[in-house]
């Protein structure tokens, strides 16, 4: 194969429409760019598994695979889980060339698709100035990962909204509800929750919960198969392309 293959990661779920929507996305970015070979792995609960895919890979003589943990922030997955798992899989296919791309966010592509999310869900330009904006993500105990969430928040606060909570699903508080609750208490007329994550699952169900309990007046999907999201994808992919014989670092 003379050009490098695109491994997408995902971190995987019980719940079906996780894959769902991993897979309706990876298709998404083989239609952005024919030609380009678009393989899906993920870490747990769903096959295949990242070393199945790459020794598969390898036996089909691949020459170089791009891994891409589809993850938001660089939290545990990214920093332990995915490297260690791509670097046993170098130990045992010396053959094939293994780089690593960088997590998608922070990405303006990101913000963007939060903003087509909310647009879907009803919220329109003039009502940013009376409408408090929800971030609600997956949340970790990763001091970088919250950083990350925090700065997207007040970067959002920018844009016209009267008032961003940042929200986490797990491992931190506030959670959504107390969020949108804490927003009603300051006198902000309307709340929408924008789910900070890419495909649905246990976590950002807890999310939707959340919104509900608390009387929010906009829910927005998850990030989900959105263009935006696709096109990072592949900058993502063109950013950490290595030449075949060049340095790999994990």
């Not at 100035?129 to 920018?158: N, Q, Y």
């Not at 009603?184 to 929408?192: I, S, T």
Request: net charge neutral; aromatic share 2%.
């Amino acid at each position: 194969m003379t050009h490098p293959a695109l491994l997408v990661i995902a971190h995987g779920s019980r719940d079906p429409r996780h894959a769902a929507t991993v897979h309706a996305l990876t298709e998404r970015v083989r239609a952005e760019r024919p030609g380009l070979r678009v393989e899906t792995a993920f870490l747990e609960f769903n096959a295949p598994s990242v070393p199945r895919v790459l020794e598969r890979l390898a036996a089909e003589r691949a020459d170089e695979v791009v891994a891409l943990p589809l993850l938001l922030t660089r939290a545990f997955h990214a920093k332990t889980d995915i490297p260690s798992v791509l670097r046993e899989a170098r130990a045992r296919l010396p053959g094939l060339h293994i780089g690593q791309a960088d997590v998608l966010g922070p990405s303006p592509l990101l913000n963007a698709t939060l903003g087509r999310r909310l647009r879907e869900a009803g919220v329109r330009p003039g009502d940013l100035p009376r409408t408090g904006l929800v971030l609600a993500s997956a949340g970790s105990t990763d001091p970088e990962a919250i950083a990350v969430i925090a700065e997207i928040a007040r970067e959002l606060r920018h844009t016209g909204w009267c008032a961003v909570r940042p929200a986490f699903a797990s491992a931190l508080l506030p959670r959504t509800e107390d969020a949108v609750r804490a927003l009603r208490a300051e006198g902000v007329d309307r709340v929408a929750v924008a789910p900070y994550v890419i495909a649905p699952g246990r976590l950002p169900d807890r999310i939707a919960a959340g919104a509900e309990a608390a009387g929010a007046d906009v829910l927005a999907d998850v990030l989900g198969p959105a263009p935006e999201v696709a096109r990072l994808l592949l900058n993502r992919f063109d950013e950490a392309r290595v030449p075949v014989g060049a340095s790999l670092s994990a």
